[in-house]
């Protein structure tokens, strides 16, 4: 299903991610599955975490794109496995490419798409979470056993970046795809479907 930012309403919430392409999120995809969690969305890392629309969809759509025709692609690495303390959820953290994301971060958290999150922003991929404290251990020592014996690439490039859009009330099921945007001047939009 096509969605067309403009006939959206002005509320709801916006959000920008990366997927992981294959064969990397496809073995990410696995160890999420095999783990303990609420939500398993497609592996991604967040680019700009869900904030409140202040505007209609279109006009955040449009300022995000201008902003992600300066950034050109970069290479992604991930490390180690981590723990949030404060939600019990376990991500990979990113080696290579953390700067870059918090620059396209800062870049993109202004205007129309400003908002103060709830958390500092930490460019990670999720993996787990939350995990029940009396389980959190074991499920750390099997994650980061599972990461470690991966033989494939731990890496990636990031050359396009997804806007999801949740409306008002929405719940997790309810992210939709609203378009992808190729990295660098001459970056290509699509639009895309539900998520």
Do not use: C
Request: proline letters at 9%; hydrophobic letters at 40%; charged letters at 20%.
């Amino acid at each position: 299903m096509k969605i067309d930012p403009a006939a959206l309403p002005q509320s709801g919430s916006f959000a920008l991610v990366a997927y992981i392409p294959a064969p990397l999120g496809d073995f990410l995809q696995t160890l999420r599955d095999r783990l303990p969690g609420e939500e398993k969305p497609q592996a991604h890392i967040t680019v700009l975490p869900p904030r409140p629309l202040k505007s209609p969809v279109e006009a955040a759509s449009k300022l995000a794109k201008r902003i992600l025709k300066d950034f050109h692609p970069f290479p992604v690495s991930l490390s180690t496995v981590k723990v949030f303390k404060e939600t019990n959820i376990l991500y990979l953290e990113i080696a290579t490419g953390n700067n870059t994301l918090h620059q396209l971060h800062d870049a993109l958290n202004t205007g129309v798409l400003a908002h103060e999150e709830n958390f500092q922003f930490l460019p990670h991929l999720t993996i787990s979470g939350p995990v029940p404290t009396e389980r959190l251990a074991g499920v750390k020592k099997n994650a980061a056993q599972a990461w470690r014996k991966h033989a494939g690439e731990k890496g990636f490039e990031v050359s396009q970046v997804v806007a999801l859009w949740q409306p008002p009330r929405g719940s997790w099921d309810d992210w939709n795809r609203l378009w992808e945007q190729t990295l660098g001047p001459s970056g290509n939009s699509a639009t895309a479907g539900r998520s």
